[in-house]
C-alpha cells in the first residue's frame, strides 16, 4: 500500500486518460467523467459483474464488463456503439419489466441508478408500453422500525449482499430463489426484524433503487457536519435539517474514524433532540413541586448558595456526553471558584 | 487508566481505530465491541474476514465470538489469571520479545518470579479454560504481529480492576506488541466524550493534561494562569486564594459524603448516577439528604427529581464545541438546530453561574475561545485550534500549532521518569462476592446495541424502543432447568443489596453460572442490586461480578 501504484495511460472513446494500475476501466472512466452506465457496482464494494449494463468494447473485443476488467497499458476502449446499445437496452428492459414503478412516491426518486441508466438509454414511452411493466405483488418487509424492504424494486444487483459481508461482515443478506423468483433474503428467510440484522443501515444507503428505502425519507434543506453523540468511537457525521429539525444522518466518509460507515444508534437515533419532553425552561422546585423560572431567578438561586457551600462541602459530577470546552469550565468552577477538587464524571461506569 | 499509568506513564488507548485494518491479530477481552462500539465492532468483522487472526476472551459468548477464530470463556473475574498464564506460556515457550524487553522495559525479574503462583492447574482452575487453548491464544498473540489487544468495561470494572489493566499491558509489553503501528493496548472508551472528560481534568486528583492537583509546580501554574490571588471586581472573593491541594472525591466517594452529610451541594451536569452508578438505592438515600442539588439535563431524569433546580440544556445538535473520542482525536461538533425553548449550551450555563458569583475568568462569547485558554494550560493540547480541526480532527499529544498529532503512542520512549516500561508483578485477587449457597449465580453486566447508558436519549426513539424495549436477565439451560425458570417469563433477580424483575431469556450465550443483564432500563434498574466494591486504585466499582439468586415470581 505504501508503494506508489503505477500510471496506466489508455483511451476511452479517443480521449486518452491515466489511470492507477489495478483500478477497472469502470472506474477510470467515472474518475475521468465518461459515464458507463453500471447498477451492481459500488466504489466501496468488490466488482462482480452482475448487471451487465457496463459492458465496453475493448480492443475491439465486444461486451466486456468494464467492472471486472482491469486497465491496461494502450488500452482503447469503446464505452457505446450499435451492438452494445442494444444488449444494455436489453438487458435494461428486461429489468423494467418487474420494476414496481411508483417513481414520484419512492424514496430513491432524486438518486436512482435505474432512472440515471434509462435516461442514457433513451427508453422510450411505447417502450414502457410493450414492457407493461408491473409489480409482482410480493409483500413488502416493513418490519424494522427504520427501514423496509420492497422486493418488487429489487433489481438483483447484490449490493446490499456485498455490503453486509463485505463493509459489515455480518452477512445477514443472502440471495434466495433462483432465476426470475431470485430475490434478497436473510437466512431461514425471515423478516429483517426477526432476523440477525443490525439495522446499521449501510445497505440501504447503498441501495442503488428503492427496493431498501428509509421509512420516512425526508429532504434535508442543509446538512451540517459533526460529530456523532453516542460512543466513543466518535463517528463523523452530517446532520441532514429541514426548518428546525434533524430529519437525516449520514456517515462522514472524510473522517478516519468512521470512514461513511454509522451504527442503528448514529444512523436513526437522533429523535430525541426534537422529543417533547426536552426541558424548555428552567425548574425551582417549590413545595416539593417543579415550578418554571426565569433564567435569571434560577441562577440567582444557584449562585447564592453555590457561594454558602464553597469548599468541600460542594462537589460536581461533570459528564462524558458534554463537550471538552464544557467539562474544562465545570472543573476550573470546581477548583477555582468553589476551591475543591472534588470533581469527577462516569469515566468508570 | 491508573494501571497504564503504572505500566507505561499514561493511559490511554495507544493506538489508532483505522489501524485495526493493518493488525495481523486482534486480541479482544472483556469487550462486547458490536454492541458498545459497533463500528468498531464492524472494522474488526471486516479484519477477521480479510484475514486477521480474530482472539475473543469474554464470560459470555458475544457476537464476536462467531467469527473469532479462536474463543475462551474465562469465569468472571479471572482475567488477571488468564491473562499472566498467557504470559507465563510465552516466556516458557521462548516466545517473548527479548530485544523490545531489553531496550524498553525495565528488569522484568521480578515479574517473572510473580508467573510462578500461575501454574498451568491453577490458571485452568480459575478461568475454567482448558490450558492448551489459553497456549493457543497466547502463541498467536505472541507470534503473528503486529497483535493489538482490545479491552473495555470487562477488564476494569472489578475490585481488582488496576490489576487487570496491568495483566494486559504486561501481555503487551512481554510481547514487544506495543509503540509500533497496528499494535498496542487500546481500552475503548465507552461514552462520546470520556476521553476528552478526562483530559479536562473531570476527575479528582488531575487538572487538565493528566497535571496532578497535590504537585505544587502544577497548582502554581494553574492559579497564574487563571489568575487567582488577584482581587474580582466587586471584591466579593473569600479570603482563601489558593486552589486546593487536596485530592478530590471520586464519583462513588461522593454519595458516600453526601450520604454522610459532608458535601451539602451538588453540581450534577448530564449524568443520571441512579441508573449507572452501583448500588443504585445508596444513590437515591444520598440525593435525599443533600441541602441543594442542581441538575443540568435535557430531560427530567430519574436522578432530576431529586434537584432543587433543573437548568435545561442544549443537545449536541444546538451547540459548538469538540469531542475527543477513544483513539484520542478531538473533533469538532457543531450547532445544526437552535436550542430547543429556552435551553441553553452546558458552557454558557457553568459561565454564567461564575460570573452570577461575580467570579472573573468565564467571559466566553464563543467555545473557540475556551479552547484557546485549554491550549495554553494542557500541553497535550497545545497545538489544538478551531481551525486546525475544521476537517478530520487531531490526535493528542498535538503539543504546538506545527505537531501533526498522534496516531500511536510510546513510538520511541514510555511516559514513565526513565522512559522504559514496567512490567508489573501480580497475584489472584478474588472478587469481592463469589457464588456460594444463598446467592449461587454471578451477575454480570452488559450493553445493548439499541440503547445507551441510562438510555434517556435512545428510549426517546420510537424505533430503537421497538428494537429493544425491556431488560432480560440472559441464563443458561442448564441454570434455567435448576431453578425451575422458562423462557420469557417474570423473575425476581436478589443480591445481598436489592431486588429486580426482569423477563428470564435462556440462552447458551451464558454458560452455567454466569447470568447477564444491561442497565439501560428504569422498569428493572440493574445497578440497584451490583456491587459497589470499589477498586483500591481506579475507585472503579465491581459491576461485572454480582452473587445473585434467580427467583420465580408467584
Known amino acids: 500500500m505504501s508503494q506508489e501504484a503505477k500510471s496506466i495511460r489508455l483511451t476511452i472513446d479517443g480521449q486518452e486518460i491515466t489511470a492507477e494500475e489495478g483500478s477497472s476501466v469502470l472506474d477510470a472512466a467515472l474518475a475521468n467523467d465518461i459515464y458507463i452506465p453500471h447498477l451492481c457496482h459500488h466504489p466501496d464494494l468488490k466488482p462482480v459483474g452482475a448487471c451487465r449494463l457496463c459492458g465496453v468494447e475493448i480492443d475491439g473485443r465486444p461486451m466486456t464488463t468494464s467492472c471486472t476488467t482491469a486497465v491496461q497499458e494502450g488500452m482503447d476502449v469503446k464505452t457505446d456503439s450499435e451492438k452494445i446499445h442494444h444488449a444494455r437496452k436489453t438487458a435494461m428492459e428486461l429489468l423494467i419489466s418487474d420494476h414496481h414503478m411508483d417513481c414520484l412516491a419512492c424514496a430513491a426518486a432524486n438518486d436512482c441508478a435505474l432512472l440515471t441508466d434509462s435516461a442514457y438509454l433513451g427508453i422510450e414511452p411505447d417502450h414502457l408500453v410493450r414492457l407493461r411493466p408491473s409489480s409482482k405483488g410480493l409483500p413488502i418487509d416493513t418490519s424494522n422500525p427504520f427501514f423496509q424492504f420492497d422486493p418488487n424494486k429489487c433489481v438483483i444487483c447484490g449490493i446490499c449482499v456485498r455490503t453486509c459481508d463485505e463493509i459489515v461482515g455480518r452477512g445477514t443478506l443472502e440471495f434466495i430463489d433462483r432465476g426470475f423468483g431470485t430475490t434478497i433474503g436473510t437466512f431461514g428467510n425471515k423478516s429483517f426484524m426477526e432476523s440477525t440484522c443490525e439495522s446499521c443501515g449501510e445497505c440501504v444507503v447503498r441501495c442503488p433503487v428503492g427496493a431498501l428505502a428509509p421509512k420516512r425519507p425526508k429532504f434535508a434543506a442543509r446538512e451540517v457536519k459533526t460529530t456523532c453523540v453516542y460512543c466513543g468511537v466518535g463517528c463523523g457525521i452530517y446532520l441532514g435539517v429541514a426548518g428546525d429539525k434533524i430529519v437525516d444522518v449520514r456517515g462522514d466518509r472524510e473522517r478516519p474514524t468512521n470512514e461513511g460507515s454509522l451504527c442503528v444508534k448514529g444512523r436513526y437515533g437522533f429523535n430525541f433532540v426534537n422529543h417533547s419532553d426536552r426541558l424548555t425552561k428552567p425548574l425551582i422546585k417549590k413545595n416539593g413541586e417543579f415550578v418554571e423560572s426565569e433564567w435569571d431567578e434560577a441562577l440567582e438561586l444557584v449562585a447564592s448558595k453555590f457561594a454558602d457551600t464553597k469548599g468541600d462541602e460542594f462537589a460536581a459530577l461533570a459528564s462524558a456526553k458534554c463537550t471538552n470546552e464544557e467539562n474544562y469550565l465545570i472543573q476550573k468552577f470546581t477548583r477555582a471558584v468553589m476551591q475543591t477538587n472534588n470533581v469527577d464524571h462516569c469515566a468508570r461506569l | ?554
Not at chain 2, 21 to 48: C, E, Y
Not at chain 2, 81 to 89: A, D, N, T
Not at chain 2, 283 to 289: N, T
Open chain 2, 1 to 554: 487508566m491508573a494501571g497504564l499509568v503504572t505500566s507505561f506513564g499514561s493511559g490511554a488507548m495507544t493506538n489508532s481505530i483505522q489501524e485495526i485494518d493493518g493488525a495481523k491479530t486482534l486480541f479482544v477481552i472483556g469487550a462486547n465491541t458490536t454492541s458498545a462500539h459497533p463500528v468498531i465492532g464492524q472494522r474488526m468483522r471486516r479484519a477477521a474476514r480479510n484475514g486477521a487472526n480474530l482472539l475473543v476472551a469474554n464470560a459470555k459468548e458475544i457476537e464476536l465470538a462467531w467469527v473469532a477464530d479462536h474463543f475462551i470463556q474465562p469465569k468472571p473475574g479471572s482475567d488477571v489469571v488468564l491473562l499472566m498464564g498467557m504470559c507465563r506460556y510465552i516466556l516458557e515457550a521462548d516466545l517473548h520479545d527479548k530485544q523490545f524487553l531489553a531496550e524498553r522495559c525495565e528488569d522484568i525479574g521480578e515479574f517473572r518470579e510473580s508467573l510462578e503462583a500461575f501454574t498451568p492447574e491453577f490458571v485452568t482452575e480459575t478461568t475454567g479454560v482448558p490450558w492448551d487453548r489459553i497456549c493457543t491464544v497466547a502463541r498467536i498473540y505472541a507470534t503473528e504481529k503486529p497483535a493489538a489487544l482490545f479491552y473495555a468495561m470487562g477488564i476494569t470494572q472489578h475490585s481488582h480492576g488496576t490489576d487487570g489493566v496491568m495483566a494486559v499491558a504486561n501481555l503487551a509489553l512481554l510481547t514487544g506488541n506495543i509503540g509500533k503501528p497496528s499494535s498496542g493496548v487500546n481500552p475503548l472508551r465507552g461514552q462520546n466524550n470520556v476521553q476528552g472528560a478526562c483530559d479536562m481534568g473531570a476527575l479528582p486528583n488531575y487538572y487538565p493534561g493528566y497535571q496532578q492537583v497535590t504537585n505544587p509546580a502544577v497548582r502554581e501554574k494553574f492559579e497564574q494562569a487563571w489568575g487567582i490571588g488577584a482581587k474580582s471586581g466587586n471584591g466579593s472573593r473569600p479570603p482563601v486564594s489558593n486552589l486546593s491541594d487536596k485530592l478530590g472525591l471520586t464519583h462513588t466517594e461522593i454519595f458516600d459524603k453526601i450520604y454522610e452529610g459532608q458535601i451539602k451541594s451538588l453540581y450534577l451536569v448530564g449524568e443520571n448516577p441512579l441508573l449507572t452508578e452501583a448500588n443504585a438505592n445508596h444513590v437515591r438515600q444520598a440525593l435525599e439528604k443533600l441541602d441543594f442539588c442542581v441538575v443540568q439535563d435535557l430531560f427530567i431524569s430519574e436522578t432530576a427529581q431529586y434537584a432543587d433546580v433543573i437548568l435545561p440544556a442544549a443537545s449536541f445538535a444546538e451547540k459548538a464545541g469538540t469531542f475527543t473520542n477513544t483513539e484520542r482525536r478531538v473533533q469538532r461538533v457543531r450547532p445544526a438546530i437552535p436550542p430547543r425553548g429556552e435551553s441553553r449550551a452546558d458552557w454558557q450555563i457553568t459561565s454564567q453561574i461564575a460570573r452570577k458569583m461575580g467570579e472573573p475568568g468565564f467571559d466566553f462569547d464563543d467555545p473557540s475561545e475556551i479552547m484557546a485558554e485549554i491550549a495554553s494550560v494542557t500541553p497535550s493540547y497545545g497545538g489544538i485550534s478551531y481551525e486546525r480541526i475544521e476537517k478530520v480532527g487531531l490526535q493528542w499529544p498535538c503539543l504546538d500549532e506545527n505537531h501533526p498529532g498522534t496516531p500511536y503512542l510510546h513510538k520511541d520512549k514510555f511516559a514513565r521518569p526513565n522512559g522504559k516500561a514496567q512490567l508489573v508483578p501480580l497475584t489472584y485477587k478474588k472478587s469481592a462476592e463469589i457464588a456460594d449457597d444463598e446467592y449461587p449465580l454471578i451477575l454480570t453486566t452488559d450493553r445493548s446495541l439499541y440503547h445507551y447508558h441510562s438510555a434517556t436519549m435512545t428510549r426517546r426513539v420510537e424505533g430503537l424502543e421497538k428494537l429493544d424495549s425491556n431488560e432480560w436477565l440472559k441464563l443458561s439451560p442448564a441454570d434455567a432447568a435448576r431453578f425451575g425458570i422458562e423462557d420469557g417469563e417474570w423473575v425476581e433477580v436478589h443480591s445481598r443489596r436489592g431486588v429486580v424483575k426482569v423477563h428470564a431469556q435462556v440462552t447458551d450465550i451464558c454458560p452455567p453460572g454466569v447470568c447477564s443483564m444491561t442497565f439501560h432500563f428504569r422498569e428493572s434498574p440493574t445497578n440497584e442490586i451490583t456491587n459497589p466494591a470499589l477498586d483500591p486504585i481506579a475507585k472503579i466499582p465491581e459491576t461485572k461480578v454480582t452473587a445473585v439468586r434467580v427467583e420465580k415470581i408467584g
